[in-house]
């Protein structure tokens, strides 16, 4: 919102500087986010009276003027703009004027031969939007000739400040000139002075069908009134146009000018139909009762007021005349309705539309209006038949506008809202003020009436505190007691209040599960992984049919909540890929949601894809490209694991749709299932233009973080080193393929307690003279005594243990 100090002055009595100004509004809440000084574009420029000009004696297209420009002595200016000539009054810029809008500094010099002492401006040159080609005329601009010498920002309302707002979604009444009045008036003190515009008298029943009834109730009013006696092609006045452009709006005419002025004065916008133009539309002896409501069928053609024409379908509402389409309701009018050079009367609309129907439409067409920015945020229906008035009253003091019945089908308007506020609430949320004293008194009830009162709000005392009827203005945020606490603490200045520690104080820090989540990415980005961060909203997918639809998605694309996070991790590796990337190894710790008893569980999942080769492995493959093969990925997921302190088994998997069911494994810590890892599948494969090299790993993150941190892994403890040497035995055998490689680990380590230090796989074999069913396997253990160096004799009971442990419990044929 773009707030003109010099209008912001004339609808509340404050003195401020804008800075000051400024500050205040931002720690209220509404955010400057730029301070915008426009006498700066015409600094060093004055009104200068063009006495003679004549030809240029070296250039045909330029001219050399001579410029009074207020000074003892006349200053002799080359001109090359065609418009120029003697007698007009024009915007000098004089010597060490800075023009900010085109980057200039003027500076005496010579143009072909002939000295120029300063420039003759056109509007663009000072930033301000043109149609012509060529210097600005005064004459032609302002209604009185101001002096020469005068400073031309006066003339053309650049001595103005303009506020750059950042409104909250919570706050439409900010998007109103007489909103932020009301807010520098409560906080400031300063007296209001605003416009007291009065709904238009004698309004008729407009007694739409009962269709078209429903849906203009539904927004809670829709108002007509006719207005003639005006003339389309007039201009409006100058001062009602920088109003208009010191707010960042376009003027058009004088009729739509005056809409879009209330709009902004008021909140309310407010749209005019030419009523000659809707009868060459719609037929001849229009009545107010064939306009209507309704949604657009599919395919429908509507061209706007911006020429565009778009195709609309049933999530976009329509305004019709005997079921023409004439405006797409609260964003844009039709362009064969809208007010030309020659319109003459008008029906001026006045409503209100659901907040809910405006996004909609809004988002369907890709459109979004200053007027549809305001009624999505929710609009007060006790202001929409007073701005008509308004508008009304402007047209008949500019325009000579003769203003004739009004209709309206309205919904019946409900009780007053009342609001209960407790002291008691009051002073525990916000706590006493900050003193000097150790103890800082609470804010008293005549603080907390007067700021609920500088708001608009009408309080009544109870015993407990307040009951507050809420002020139009602020129905659509003031909803709760929670809300008028604020109230009060935005007024009263967030900063006034002490702050107020917690007692006794505790020190801070990272939980087990946190500290381990952290470490885990460490490691993961030490194996070659890198971590990538995906929005967990994503768009409907038929094939999944999980995923949750959020109530009010910005885009189709970002319409659910996801359910997995492997589908963009593929995409990402396709995006890499098609960029010339040799591989792309990445992963993330995000969310994943499910539904589940009408409840939505969140899920903290660890996912990631090994895809390609490393380029920085090329040293090792004398510069040709290696894909890792099943087992290299695992070592490298397994690596993470281990050093984290987990121990993992892996079981067949061979029911998960996105893995290859011949490589895919479960990973098992602690004897439950962590997840997934896996070869892609090659179906997959070829949908996301993958090399076969792909492997997906899918963990839940709560459980391994929950068995990283057991106290018998997380807390670190001391064990001397031996001194003792070690004794290695390998130990081969024959076992089914299906055999897995961990199971008989595990079964090694519990026969060989508690000499057994370690166990590991060095060597599997298969084929050549084996059984098709069945590989070698070899093993190496090491043991070591913890008293004194092993003997053989030692040593051998404890090797044929394992040995028979392994026949027994697999059937295993040993082979050493």
Partial sequence: MRVSLSWLQDLVQVTEAADQLGERLSMAGFEVEEIDDLSRLAQGVVVGHVLERDKHPNADKLSVCVVDIGAEKTVQIVCGASNVRAGIHVA??????VLPAVNLTIKAGELRGVASQGMICSLAELGQPTDVDGIAVLDDLLEGLPAPGTAVASCLGLDDTVLELAITANRPDGLSMTGIAREVAALTGAALQLPKPVAPQSIADLNPSADHAAAMKEGGVYALTEVSGLDGGKDAPVWLQQRLLRAGVKPVNAIVDITNLVMLEQGQPLHAFDLDALERLCGSDLKPADFGLRQGRDKELFTGLDGRTIEVDERVQLVTCRDRPVAIAGVIGSAESGVTATT??????????????????????????????????????????????RALELMEQLLGGVAGRSWQCCAEEGPEPVVTLRRHALHQLLGPLASEDEEGSDVSD?????????????????????????PPSRRMDLLREVDLIEEVARLVGFDCFGAHLPDPLAPGGLTDMQQAERRLRRRLCSAGLQEITCLSLTGADADDPNRIPISNPLLAETSHLRTALWQEHLQICQRNLQA??????????????????????????LGGVICGERRVSRWATSGKALAPDYFMARGALATVLNSMGLETQDRPLSDDSRLHPGRAAAVV???????????LHPVLCAQYELPD??????????????????????????KAFSTLPAMERDLAMLVPKTLPAADLMQAIRKAGKPLLESVELIDRFEGGQLPDDQCSQAFRLRYRGKDSTLTDEQLQPVQDKVRQALVQQFKVELRS
């Fill in 669 to 679: 810590v602690e004897g439950r299932t962590l997840g997934c890892f896996g070869q």
């Fill in 446 to 470: 005549q603080q907390v009436e007067d700021c609920l009162s500088a708001l608009g709000c009408h309080l009544s005392t109870t015993e407990d505190g307040w009951t507050v009827v809420v």
């Fill in 580 to 605: 010339s990337q040799p591989g792309c190894w990445l992963f993330e710790i995000g969310h994943v949601f499910h539904p589940q008893d009408r409840e939505i569980v969140q899920t903290a999942r």
């Fill in 92 to 97: 000098v810029a004089t010597i060490g004027a």
């Fill in 693 to 718: 090299a792909t492997y997906l790993f899918d963990l839940d993150l709560h459980r391994l973080l929950e068995a990283v941190t057991r106290r018998n892994r997380w807390v670190p403890s001391f």
């Fill in 344 to 389: 003459t009367k008008i029906w001026l609309e006045s409503a209100l539309f659901t907040p809910a129907s405006i996004r909609s439409s809004s988002r369907a067409t890709g459109l979004r209006t200053d007027a549809s920015s305001r009624y999505e945020k929710g609009l007060p229906r006790q202001i929409t038949l007073p701005a008509a008035g």
